[in-house]
């Protein structure tokens, strides 16, 4: 793996992320791979298959409000010819009913190269529990 690729790799996964953070469907758009091949698993949902069932849920997130912050922790990528796999820990804040709520997501997202360009093909997020220290300083 060379360290040029991983930084590329890196870059489109935080492109997904600032995506995330920011309701931004025309980002999710150009991080993702545009065919059947995709899929995605939302926490706690099954999974997607293709890139118009994966558009349609990050629409509905995004209609539903977006979180106050993104982040992500515990970074690791690897790159192995045209694919590439990254895994992180989300931390994602929303305010409800005026408190902040932080969820927590064990996340692994798999990258193709096509050509110069490498595209997300797959991305899968599990529910975390939050530990105790997080909740008590949220009160």
Same mark, same amino acid.
């Not at 040029?4 to 992320?17: A, D, G, H």
């Not at 926490?43 to 990050?58: D, Y």
């Not at 969820?103 to 360009?117: C, D, K, P, V, W």
């Given at each position: 793996?060379? *360290?040029? /690729?991983?930084? +590329?790799?890196?870059?489109?996964?935080?492109?997904?992320?600032?995506?995330?953070?920011?309701?931004? @469907?025309? @980002?999710? +758009?150009? %991080?993702?791979?545009?065919? #059947?091949?995709?899929?995605? !698993?939302?926490?706690?949902?099954?999974? @997607?298959?293709?890139?118009?069932?994966?558009?349609?849920?990050?629409?509905? $997130?995004? *209609?539903?409000?977006?979180? =106050?912050? %993104? #982040?992500?922790?515990?970074?690791?990528?690897? !790159?192995?010819? *045209?694919?590439?796999? %990254? =895994?992180?820990? +989300?931390? $994602?804040?929303? &305010?409800?009913?005026? /408190?902040? #709520?932080?969820? @927590?997501?064990?996340? =692994?997202? $798999?990258? +193709?190269? #096509?050509?110069?360009?490498?595209?997300? $093909?797959?991305?899968?997020?599990?529910?975390?529990? &939050?530990?105790?220290? !997080? *909740?008590?300083?949220? /009160?």
């Amino acid at each position: 793996m060379s *360290d040029e /690729q991983s930084k +590329e790799v890196l870059r489109i996964n935080e492109k997904f992320y600032r995506a995330l953070e920011n309701g931004r @469907l025309d @980002l999710m +758009e150009e %991080v993702w791979l545009k065919d #059947q091949r995709a899929k995605c !698993v939302h926490p706690g949902w099954p999974m @997607l298959w293709g890139w118009e069932a994966i558009r349609q849920s990050w629409k509905n $997130i995004f *209609d539903s409000g977006v979180p =106050t912050k %993104v #982040q992500i922790s515990n970074v690791t990528t690897e !790159v192995l010819g *045209d694919l590439a796999w %990254v =895994t992180c820990i +989300e931390h $994602i804040s929303y &305010v409800v009913r005026d /408190q902040i #709520q932080i969820n @927590l997501a064990q996340a =692994t997202n $798999i990258f +193709e190269r #096509q050509g110069s360009r490498w595209f997300m $093909i797959h991305h899968h997020a599990s529910p975390m529990p &939050v530990p105790k220290k !997080v *909740d008590e300083k949220l /009160q």
